[in-house]
């Protein structure tokens, strides 16, 4: 029995050239205006449901049953082809490269080849909005769901063409797709991961159900002829032009619609509503552009957007691994918020030239032929002309070095990546630390004591610190605690001149810090640079917590008297947030802020933030982190974000000064001022002489 011929749909081919070139441009230039551009995804994904649907029930129709395996055999033919030369040429690239690319390499692979990439990521914990590291292989998410559904939707649909009008089909589909999205709002209400949602085939599928629901509504396929093409084409009928111009119009707004979503800022926030709204646009515009005689049909169907169209799964396959690469070659770092303009460029050149060379080498002949008429033609090209054998062979070799380096790739993959490497070695310092036994025989008090929780905390007694006998009695608003050994009036030469205040050092029992991953990075270098501070530090923080951690602490009686704040990375920071930590702190404490040090598009504001603060505010300081590892990136993870052993060293004498110049400001400003009075003295003395 005779498979109908799958249906050309006027401009589709276009509105895949768009979808492609959304997804890419976002990914490849992401300080362009395209902030939500991952929606493109969703576009391809209500294209696959409205033709995988429409195909499906033209079989019927014409053969009164669906040949499943006929049907995944051709999806095959489509779609691993392709795929499998990016797996291997990239994974073997990356493996010459080495480092940070080849984490998790092993289950990327793994999930390339079992269509379950988006499963396997999120057990694995990947985050696709993350800018730090990013997977090799992290487009291929929306590939392993398109696979599922074209394993389940078969299945599926006799069950749906049982309701014999099609409005009751119609409202199935789109029941399912409401359920796909309610299911994403109610995972995220319940606490999972905003990746866990994105990725979800069931938190993610109301796109492909929507291209259903449009495939059911449009479904004329008793009347249509096999290989036909479906809109466009000649001229509508008089009764009908003024339909297709109306159609034309409202398509035409749904696609500048469409872009205008994509430009979204932060769309990624609002999960699911903006990969929604995109995917009934694009409902919209196939509906428009399928229509009898639609100009816009027409006008996306144009020979550049055909070309790009046709080749746009080669072009989003190729293009994010080709910029990971290289980015990682050019900056020996991959954050994709701060990919440089030649890099993105040069990836878009490489990505449209190895989808062309595939499209026309590997894909075509796989899918005109199959798998085994394209093995035949290969053979045959061996015992041809010497320029035909010699691309046959460069074929085979090059498959053969790619299944190598492949494996190569897979067994050389670090467990964990640089920047994981250098936070566990500072957790493990941190743990040694706390277990060390203190000069006097008794267990040291935990160097890292986790944050309490906010509610009710449990008062208890203040820990040792020179602040309780240096200090006793209340503290004056706005003094500073001395530094031990600093004298209350510096001392004199014999002429009556002040000498120099000697600087000594904050001990480390006098001083808390609160901090990020590159604090918790650095713990090893700030517990030998201060033995004895109390480092509170991990993941994933940011300023807006600060607070809450230090009230918590000084309710408890556990906050010292000079407090460090490490936790600018992670996000924005405000006056308000900074005024509520600095608030927490006290007027009896001197505050320490380290300005950050990362490829994010927010350090600058964070840093001035923190600068115009400490300017602003008594006991308040600025430890320049920012300054002190700019001119030595080396010494920090692949990130370029978390230092490692030396850079840590690095982080904690920038934090030790800072420390140390606020302690000793008071003898600082004590022994200028005393220079000036000295002076005038001396100057007065002198003016009496003469008379």
Same mark, same amino acid.
């Given at each position: 029995m005779i498979t109908p011929t799958a249906p050309r749909y006027a401009g589709l081919d276009g509105l895949r050239a768009v979808a492609v070139l959304?997804?890419?441009?976002?990914?490849?230039?992401?300080?362009?205006?395209?902030?939500?551009?991952?929606?493109?995804?969703?576009?391809?994904?209500?294209?696959?449901?409205?033709?995988?649907?429409?195909?499906?029930?033209?079989?019927?129709?014409?053969?009164?049953?669906?040949?499943?395996?006929?049907?995944?055999? +051709?999806?095959?033919?489509? %779609?691993?082809?392709?795929?499998?030369?990016?797996?291997?040429?990239?994974?073997?690239?990356?493996?010459?490269?080495?480092?940070?690319?080849?984490?998790?390499?092993?289950?990327?692979?793994?999930?390339?080849?079992?269509?379950?990439?988006?499963?396997?990521?999120?057990?694995?914990?990947?985050?696709?909005?993350?800018?730090?590291e990013p997977e090799l292989f992290r487009n291929l998410w929306s590939l392993a769901v398109e696979e599922q559904f074209y394993l389940v939707w078969p299945l599926m649909l006799p069950v749906l063409m049982l309701a014999r009008r099609r409005w009751m089909r119609v409202g199935a589909a789109l029941v399912l797709a409401a359920g796909s999205a309610t299911w994403a709002v109610g995972a995220l209400a319940s606490g999972a991961t905003l990746t866990r949602a994105y990725y979800g085939t069931d938190t993610h599928a109301f796109g492909l159900l929507l291209g259903v629901a449009l495939a059911f509504a449009l479904d004329r396929s008793?009347?249509? !002829?096999?290989?036909?093409?479906?809109?466009?084409?000649?001229?509508?009928?008089?009764? +009908?032009?003024?339909?297709?111009?109306? !159609?034309?119009?409202?398509?035409?707004?749904?696609?500048?619609?469409?872009?205008?979503?994509?430009?979204?800022p932060d769309g990624a926030s609002v999960y699911p509503a903006v990969p929604l709204i995109a995917s009934v646009l694009t409902a919209v515009v196939i509906a428009a552009a399928v229509s009898p005689g639609s100009p816009l049909g027409r006008a996306l169907d144009v020979a550049p957007l055909r070309w790009v169209g046709e080749r746009?799964?080669?072009i989003y396959l190729w293009h994010w691994p080709v910029v990971v690469l290289l980015t990682i070659a050019a900056t020996g770092t991959i954050v994709d918020t701060a990919i440089p303009l030649a890099v993105g460029v040069t990836a878009l050149v490489v990505t449209l030239g190895a989808s062309a060379v595939s499209y026309r080498v590997l894909e075509q002949p796989v899918r005109r032929l199959g798998a085994r008429g394209a093995v035949r033609a290969l053979?045959?090209? %061996?015992?041809?002309?010497?320029?035909? +054998?010699?691309?046959?062979?460069?074929?085979?070799?090059?498959?053969?070095?790619?299944?190598?380096?492949?494996?190569?790739?897979?067994?050389?993959?670090?467990?964990?990546?640089?920047?994981?490497?250098?936070?566990?070695?500072?957790?493990?310092? %941190?743990?040694?630390?706390?277990?060390?036994?203190?000069?006097?025989?008794?267990?040291?008090?935990?160097?890292?004591?986790?944050?309490?929780?906010?509610?009710?905390?449990? #008062?208890?007694?203040?820990?040792?610190?020179?602040?309780?006998?240096?200090?006793?009695?209340?503290?004056?608003?706005?003094?500073?605690?001395?530094?031990?050994?600093?004298?209350?009036?510096?001392?004199?030469?014999?002429?009556?001149?002040?000498?120099?205040?000697?600087?000594? #050092?904050?001990?480390?029992?006098?001083?808390?810090?609160?901090?990020?991953s590159v604090m918790l990075?650095?713990?090893?270098?700030?517990?030998d640079e201060r033995p004895g501070m109390q480092i509170d530090a991990a993941v994933s923080r940011s300023m807006w917590q600060g607070g809450e951690i230090v009230q918590t602490l000084a309710a408890q009686g556990a906050l010292r008297d000079y407090v460090v704040i490490g936790l600018g990375t992670n996000g924005p920071v405000d006056d308000e947030e900074l005024q509520t930590l600095y608030d927490a702190v006290g007027p009896e404490r001197c505050l320490v802020l380290v300005n950050a040090f990362a490829p994010r598009d927010w350090i600058d504001g964070v840093n001035t933030e923190l600068t115009s603060f400490a300017a602003t505010h008594p006991r308040v300081a600025v430890a320049d982190w920012s300054r002190a590892i700019a001119p030595k990136v080396d010494l920090l993870a692949g990130d370029q974000i978390h230092p490692g052993p030396t850079g840590g060293a690095v982080y904690a004498d920038t934090v030790a000064g800072a420390l140390d110049a606020l302690a000793n400001r008071p003898a600082d400003v004590g022994y200028r001022a005393g220079m000036v009075h000295w002076a005038l003295a001396q100057a007065e003395g002198r003016a009496l002489d003469a008379r």
């Open positions: 959304i997804v890419v441009l976002y990914h490849l230039f992401p300080a362009w205006f395209l902030r939500s551009g991952f929606v493109g995804v969703d576009v391809f994904f209500v294209i696959s449901g409205f033709l995988i649907t429409s195909l499906l029930l033209r079989e019927r129709a014409a053969t009164g049953r669906i040949a499943l395996a006929a049907f995944w055999k +051709r999806r095959a033919r489509r %779609l691993l082809p392709a795929l499998a030369a990016v797996v291997t040429v990239c994974a073997s690239l990356a493996w010459l490269i080495g480092g940070d690319v080849l984490v998790g390499l092993g289950r990327q692979v793994l999930g390339a080849a079992t269509f379950s990439y988006n499963w396997l990521a999120i057990a694995g914990g990947s985050a696709y909005f993350s800018a730090g008793s009347s249509r !002829m096999a290989g036909s093409a479906i809109g466009g084409g000649a001229s509508p009928t008089t009764g +009908r032009a003024g339909i297709a111009v109306g !159609m034309t119009l409202v398509g035409g707004a749904a696609l500048i619609g469409l872009l205008v979503v994509s430009s979204w746009s799964y080669g053979g045959l090209r %061996l015992r041809a002309t010497p320029v035909r +054998r010699f691309g046959a062979i460069t074929v085979v070799a090059a498959g053969a070095l790619g299944a190598v380096g492949t494996a190569a790739a897979v067994a050389a993959a670090p467990p964990v990546s640089s920047s994981e490497a250098v936070v566990q070695a500072g957790l493990e310092a %941190l743990a040694e630390a706390s277990a060390a036994p203190a000069p006097n025989g008794t267990p040291t008090p935990p160097a890292a004591s986790p944050t309490p929780p906010a509610a009710s905390p449990t #008062p208890r007694a203040p820990e040792p610190s020179a602040s309780t006998s240096a200090a006793p009695g209340e503290a004056v608003p706005g003094a500073l605690p001395p530094a031990p050994g600093v004298a209350a009036r510096p001392p004199r030469a014999d002429d009556g001149r002040p000498l120099p205040p000697v600087h000594t #050092p904050v001990p480390g029992d006098r001083i808390t810090a609160v901090g990020d990075a650095s713990a090893g270098g700030l517990l």
